[in-house]
């Protein structure tokens, strides 16, 4: 790129980054409310900056995973998917970004891709517990318990006292007991788990 387009890239993809700054779930299941109609407003503004900044450089991936998670926070995971698998097309040796592909097709009833990526983080960054939970719950979703339990298994050897993780051991261990088959979708499991029994934590952020 000129001096001038890479300028102009930067000054897109930072006004961008001022917009979402504090408005975007950060963290995989971060849930927070819909938009206000301004907020949106806001929102679907960086999404034109960012995409603006990608015609300059088709290259940054960056800016395809921030557009990933303005659609998570719109809720429309199919379109935040779009965005995170061309993220990863361009870096496949993020870890963050498998993650993300994985939980919107959780959330969309993708399984086999929940799989494929919730896996491949694994591979990126073995220690990470985080990823391992997640690796569990893409398992747990598709109904393979005793993968489940293993990977569940290890993000608590990881972390031992992760509530996450835990919640999750009690969900594998209660399909495994019950036989039940899980919900296909990180929305249907957790309706799933707070019908089973009030008290049950929910799961918070992986």
């Not at 970004?97 to 994985?102: G, T």
């Not at 993968?147 to 261990?173: H, K, Y």
Request: glycine fraction near 4%; proline fraction near 5%; charge should be neutral.
């Amino acid at each position: 790129m000129i001096e001038d387009s890479i300028a102009e890239h930067n000054r897109l993809f930072q006004e961008a980054l001022a917009i979402v700054d504090g408005q975007i779930p950060l963290r995989s299941l971060t849930v927070l409310p819909q938009p206000d109609s301004l907020l949106a407003t806001k929102l679907n503004e960086a999404v034109v900056l960012f995409e603006r900044a990608i015609k300059i450089n088709p290259d940054n991936w960056s800016a395809m995973w921030f557009i990933g998670k303005v659609y998570q926070r719109f809720g429309d995971m199919n379109e935040a998917l779009r965005w995170f698998e061309r993220s990863y097309q361009i870096n496949p040796s993020h870890a963050d970004i498998a993650r993300e592909v994985s939980i919107c097709a959780m959330g969309i009833g993708r399984r086999d891709t929940a799989i494929t990526f919730a896996y491949r983080a694994t591979q990126i960054e073995s220690t990470n517990p985080g990823l391992q939970a997640n690796l569990a719950l893409a398992y747990l979703t598709s109904g393979r318990i005793s993968d489940a339990r293993i990977a569940i298994e290890r993000a608590l050897a990881g972390d031992p006292r992760d509530v996450i993780s835990q919640n999750i051991r009690a969900m594998v261990e209660h399909f495994a007991i019950t036989r039940n088959v899980p919900p296909a979708t990180i929305p249907g499991l957790l309706s799933y788990w707070a019908s089973a029994s009030p008290k049950r934590r929910r799961l918070g952020h992986c």
